[in-house]
């Protein structure tokens, strides 16, 4: 993804997760072109990435639409991810990981270490887009290694619940240090439950998958919390309140 898409992405993101773009709100492509001063082929990937993330739908005519979600629904989702991922980490230390598939999943590792070290050395939030790319390959190749195509089908239904999926993302840059906090004990989240599949030690990889996702849900909580709200008097669709 280039980075004036990766940036309509975060901007368009953040203001829906803030309640500023509230749930029903039609996006006008004219509108952000405008405001973001961006032409209509990038500002259309990214309105296709964020279909994709669940926070819009595409209308039956034309065009794209907030959806209606509550952090309750989010929390919910991540819950279920946590489960069947747990199930498939034990699946497949069970089954014994085949070397493709360790060695790419050795690879996410390094590269998510890669991105910790980089935000770490400068202060600064970790890159959002390649750690959300990173942490959606290492998911999948996961659920991939159990051989479980109904626990896959399952997954796939559950993560297209809005901010759900392991790709979803909250990091906006806005606390950095609060962001790489918890991007590194997603990394070493990472390297516990390969390690435990490597050895397979199934019970402690579905374990590991399992407080992996509660922390992601009570992260996303904080972030979404902490992301600037919208204008004054406008309700947002992820009050902390609920569940």
Not at 11 to 29: C, D, K, M, Q, T
Not at 114 to 119: K, N, P, R
Request: charged share 25%; proline share 3%.
């Amino acid at each position: 993804m280039s980075s004036q898409i990766d940036k309509v992405v975060t901007e368009l993101r953040g203001r829906i997760l803030s309640g500023e773009l509230p749930a029903g709100h039609r996006v006008v492509e004219l509108q952000f072109t405008h405001e973001l001063q961006v032409s209509r082929t990038p500002l259309r990937i990214a309105l296709g990435e964020l279909e994709r993330e669940g926070l819009l739908e595409r209308l039956p005519t034309r065009g794209f639409r907030v959806r209606n979600f509550s952090m309750g629904q989010i929390a919910d989702a991540v819950d279920v991810r946590g489960v069947l991922e747990g199930m498939a980490a034990r699946l497949a230390a069970e089954l014994g990981l085949a070397q493709d598939m360790l060695a790419q999943m050795e690879s996410c590792l390094e590269l998510g270490q890669g991105l910790v070290d980089s935000a770490t050395r400068t202060s600064s939030a970790v890159g959002a887009q390649q750690w959300a790319d990173m942490n959606l390959r290492l998911h999948m190749l996961i659920v991939r290694s159990c051989g479980n195509t109904a626990l896959e089908g399952a997954l796939g239904f559950v993560s297209r619940t809005p901010m759900g999926g392991a790709g979803a993302l909250t990091l906006q840059g806005v606390i950095p240090e609060l962001e790489t906090s918890f991007i590194r004990r997603a990394q070493s989240d990472h390297v516990d439950v390969v390690q435990a599949m490597r050895q397979g030690a199934g019970a402690r990889a579905e374990a590991i998958m399992r407080e992996h996702a509660y922390r992601s849900r009570e992260n996303k909580k904080v972030l979404i919390a902490r992301l600037p709200r919208g204008t004054e008097g406008r309700i947002s669709p992820l009050s902390t309140t609920e569940k």
